[in-house]
């Protein structure tokens, strides 16, 4: 059973209909890529599957079970987690501090223990501890303390997915990790990727413009256009899909 199946997703935004009767399967530990022209609804897709864009028609299955009418703060509670385009930090907080946002089930964020520090101090030290270990992961730890303002773009990057890690997600939505970012850290941003799945069985579904970095890494791609789905294979077959070039180079 794929990890995450889309039937017939369709998104309409008055007369325009942004996705058209999308279908499509994610399997578990696989990178997924997700490419298409500007304006073919890469997007958009993604915020169906985040519960951030309400569907006009179809359906969202995560682990089997149906999440179309969830909202985002409930999609991520199931395992859902997502980048932007644009790096979502707060950038007047340190890295770490970003990093604690998403932990989920904060004793001290519940009223009945906020005004009683010995009932969530010793949690506290935990998820510190496992922040500074994400910022491991993607080797941000010595910039723990560094304000998300003066991070370079490609790692604000880097600590919008170690912000995602510690929602503990089994599935991570990115879109365009590698926009703005130059060549070497985009392919150390993918590499970083790669481990993640590797050590932690995290499945990616990442939409990408850059398709020489995410053809070294991806499993399997999905195109769009226009809003709907155009074709889909292994790295090769895309890439040598006349239909596929002509949307992209014109050739």
């Not at 359906?59 to 985002?72: K, M, Q, Y």
């Not at 850059?210 to 999905?222: G, M, T």
């Not at 809003?227 to 239909?243: M, P, R, Y």
């Amino acid at each position: 059973m794929p990890l995450l199946e889309l039937e017939n997703l369709q998104k309409d935004y008055g007369g325009l209909r942004a996705v058209d009767d999308v279908s499509l399967a994610v399997a578990e530990g696989a990178i997924i890529g997700l490419i298409g022209p500007n304006g073919s609804g890469k997007s958009t897709l993604i915020n169906l599957i985040a519960g951030s864009a309400e569907l006009s028609a179809g359906r969202v299955i995560f682990a089997g079970e149906d999440i179309s009418a969830l909202a985002p703060d409930a999609v991520f509670q199931k395992g859902i987690a997502r980048g932007y385009q644009e790096p979502s930090l707060y950038f007047k907080m340190t890295a770490l501090d970003n990093v604690l946002l998403p932990v989920k089930g904060q004793r001290g964020e519940h009223p009945w223990y906020a005004p009683w520090r010995r009932y969530w101090q010793r949690d506290e030290i935990k998820h510190a501890e496992a922040a500074a270990a994400v910022l491991d992961q993607v080797q941000l730890r010595q910039r723990f303390d560094t304000l998300a303002s003066d991070l370079s773009g490609g790692q604000m990057k880097l600590l919008e997915i170690a912000r995602c890690l510690m929602g503990k997600p089994r599935l991570l939505l990115l879109d365009e990790p590698t926009a703005g970012v130059a060549p070497k850290l985009a392919y150390d941003i993918f590499r970083q990727i790669a481990r993640l799945r590797d050590d932690y069985g995290i499945t990616f579904l990442i939409v990408e413009h850059r398709l020489e970095i995410l053809f070294d890494f991806a499993d399997y791609v999905y195109v769009m256009h226009l809003g709907n789905l155009l074709a889909e294979g292994g790295v090769d077959e895309i890439a040598s899909d006349a239909t596929v070039r002509e949307v992209y180079f014109g050739d």
